[in-house]
């Protein structure tokens, strides 16, 4: 007899938008559970998609760093389905969602038995009922996925498992056993399943973190969203008046902060960012940045152009480098190991470098490093003819025209000039084929 394959859909979230003003801010709360042993048993469903325009951790589903996404229980409750007060302000009925502060990290799951039983989610019933759990040929698949939302529905799913994990349904045929991917797991061997996973770094992790402002940000409101993240977000700290100031979570948005301009009311940003451990990421590294809507952001994220410098005091050190938060394709994977190749200008005044950072089916991302010599630069060119094929669709942070398959960027207004050993960063989505080598680079300057 065929298994019934039940369907569970996330709710969709209430969004931030201009009249969202009035959202409560979350400045912290006790933390009920640890981080679990590794790896855990957990019960596993599966959801349609992140809700519009955001999903639980303050972004859109097109801007995450991959489309194999989970949603961890905001709820620990097993057996209390009514109860939902957001952000929890009881640490003992604190989900591992632990009211969004595990947002950004990854997981490595890998599937394990198979239930033959209804998993209904009905409140106050096993997970598995009237049947058993069996091992198969699909034990063992591993997939490495991102935290981007939370699963705080009244059913037995989100409740009654406290390490319970929602998955995204596109994830479902891409876990790998034996280098292997498990194109069939979905929907015939799945009727929810036992997992296993732990909290694990981000793969292959290069570059930077990307800042964008959310729909209705603006001079009195910068609502931002800080994504692409070595090891996951606890805090997002800002300087106003020359002091730093703990920023407020966007509600339990656990990568989404409200900000306060260099001055009262400016459009002007300092921040620094806490990982997961409360430790300052590169050092402190401070993020510089102003709004770029004339008044109020109207899209769901609009990327922020950024420079960098030093920890400490907060001011900009001579050389910044600078950055920008692209918009992410809709379906990137980050568990590419990238690939570098630098070819200095013959004049020595910059050197460029470019890495592939994300990969799926017929189509790639990839970012250029432009660095500075040993003196200052006011402009740089970056050249490149594509070998196998490839093209790209779209760039940002810099200024692109195409022949054919040759490639020439040039930098924009915010990111020409460098000081010596500066660097600016470009970044780019674009098709590939079977075969996506790394071309060859030329950089100048004027």
Not at 99 to 113: E, L, P, Y
Not at 140 to 158: F, H, I, K, R, Y
Not at 305 to 320: I, K, L, Q, V
Not at 396 to 413: D, E, R
Request: net charge neutral.
């Amino acid at each position: 007899m065929r298994v019934p394959r039940l369907r569970r859909v996330t709710l969709l979230r209430s969004t931030v938008i201009a009249a969202a003003l009035l959202v409560v801010g979350y400045a912290g709360a006790a933390l009920a559970l640890p981080d679990p042993p590794a790896p855990v048993t957990a019960n596993a469903t599966w959801f349609d998609a992140l809700g519009s325009p955001y999903g639980g951790c303050g972004l859109p589903q097109a801007n995450l760093d991959s489309q194999n996404f989970v949603a961890l229980n905001v709820f620990n409750t097993p057996g209390d389905y009514a109860y939902s007060t957001r952000p929890v302000p009881d640490a003992a009925k604190t989900g591992m969602w632990e009211n969004g502060h595990n947002c950004g990290r990854w997981v490595q799951v890998s599937i394990a038995d198979y239930c033959t039983g209804v998993n209904d989610g009905a409140p106050n019933q096993p997970f598995c009922r009237n049947g058993s759990w069996v091992s198969d040929a699909y034990n063992g698949g591993t997939l490495t996925m991102l935290v981007a939302d939370s699963c705080g529905d009244g059913n037995a799913w989100c409740r009654d498992d406290p390490y319970h994990l929602d998955l995204a349904k596109g994830s479902l045929s891409k876990f790998v056993k034996n280098g292997t991917t498990l194109t069939d797991l979905y929907p015939d061997h799945w009727n929810n399943r036992h997992i296993s996973w732990k909290f694990v770094p981000a793969p292959n992790y290069s570059g930077d973190i990307n800042i964008g402002f959310l729909q209705g940000a603006q001079q009195w409101w910068p609502a931002i969203a800080v994504s692409h993240l070595a090891n996951g977000i606890h805090g997002v700290e800002y300087l106003a008046d020359g002091a730093w100031h703990t920023a407020t979570m966007n509600s339990d948005m656990g990568q989404s902060y409200i900000i306060g301009g260099l001055t009262s009311g400016a459009t002007n940003f300092q921040i620094r960012v806490r990982d997961v451990n409360d430790a300052l990421i590169n050092g402190g590294r401070v993020y510089s940045f102003s709004l770029p809507c004339s008044s109020q952001c109207s899209v769901p994220y609009t990327a922020a152009a950024y420079t960098t410098s030093r920890g400490g005091s907060g001011s900009p050190s001579a050389s910044p480098s600078a950055s920008v938060s692209p918009s992410a394709s809709a379906s990137p994977s980050a568990s590419v190991s990238p690939s570098a190749s630098t070819s200095p200008s013959s004049s020595g005044a910059c050197s460029a470098a470019y890495r592939i950072t994300s990969s799926w089916p017929g189509g790639f991302g990839g970012e250029v490093t432009v660095t500075a010599g040993s003196a200052p630069i006011t402009g740089w060119t970056v050249k490149w003819t594509y070998a196998n094929g490839q093209a790209i669709t779209q760039l940002w942070n810099g200024t692109l025209t195409t022949s054919g398959s040759s490639v020439t960027v040039k930098n924009v207004s915010y990111n020409g000039s460098l000081g010596a050993g500066g660097t600016a960063t470009f970044g780019f989505n674009g098709t590939a084929g079977g075969t996506n080598g790394i071309p060859t680079l030329s950089c100048t300057s004027p």
